[in-house]
């Protein structure tokens, strides 16, 4: 796992150089990811827009072909086709979100358990570039607007300081709204298609597994979130709330250049 953190580690240590602030570090790391892995995922954002906005075409094709579910299948294929539209496009960014928060929920950590002298300075100087090298002495400040970025909402709460609270409560409230707001914004367009109309379409549960699915991905994924979030510390979860409504503004721009070439 070293190979995959060590990029990580370095970042964090030469924004924190930079800025004095492991927060403002986790911030500008957090961007430069995401705008790295854009060019990724940009497809599968496309796609899903336009996955989207096909709805009320595959409500047609189930109208039309009723039980004959060989027939259906063949004439969502040609749909899929020739809209240039892969079903499973919201996986990629989906997993490569995973991912990357794994991998950074573990370098961050690193950081953490060193400022916390869980970690030995030669162990993190290990995973440091020769510029990126700490001293001996060195204390790194967990402080982030008035708030330590190693604790944990639930460690926060149960403190009893209220002012400590905020912060905390933005970050995982926030990381939630923002999962939230990008699912729904992948969600079928109401004004142009009945989403139960449409799973009712057919005699199979296929589509009632999809609604099922997207409803999940609309509203579990954000109480997950909450209930996840409540033991991260601050820092993953500034992370997260940072990450989640970035990724709400590169799909609302995907969103935006799709239905523009749309017109054209």
Do not use: H
């Amino acid at each position: 796992m070293d190979i995959l953190i060590i990029p990580f580690v370095n970042a964090l240590m030469a924004f924190y150089y930079l800025t004095g602030s492991l927060g403002w570090a986790v911030i500008i790391v957090t961007v430069l990811v995401k705008l790295v892995l854009f060019p990724l995922v940009f497809p599968s954002l496309k796609s899903a827009e336009k996955m989207r906005e096909i709805q009320p075409k595959l409500k047609k094709l189930q109208e039309k072909y009723g039980k004959d579910s060989k027939g259906l299948a063949s004439a969502q294929m040609d749909l899929y086709r020739n809209e240039g539209v892969n079903p499973m496009s919201g996986c990629l960014p989906q997993l490569l979100q995973l991912f990357v928060l794994i991998v950074f929920y573990q370098a961050f950590n690193k950081v953490v358990m060193f400022a916390m002298d869980k970690v030995a300075l030669v162990d993190i100087n290990k995973l440091l570039v020769n510029g990126f090298k700490l001293d001996e002495g060195i204390k790194l400040s967990m402080d982030f607007l008035g708030s330590n970025l190693s604790s944990t909402p639930s460690s926060t709460f149960s403190s009893g300081n209220w002012a400590a609270i905020v912060i905390p409560l933005i970050l995982l409230v926030g990381s939630a709204l923002g999962q939230y707001l990008s699912a729904k914004l992948m969600m079928p367009n109401s004004k142009k298609i009945d989403e139960n109309a449409f799973t009712k379409a057919t005699p199979d549960k296929e589509d009632d597994m999809m609604a099922m699915m997207r409803t999940q991905s609309t509203y579990m994924m954000p109480l997950m979130t909450l209930f996840i979030g409540w033991n991260f510390n601050l820092g993953i979860l500034l992370y997260w709330f940072i990450n989640s409504f970035f990724a709400y503004g590169q799909q609302l721009v995907v969103n935006e250049l799709v239905k523009r070439n749309k017109k054209k």
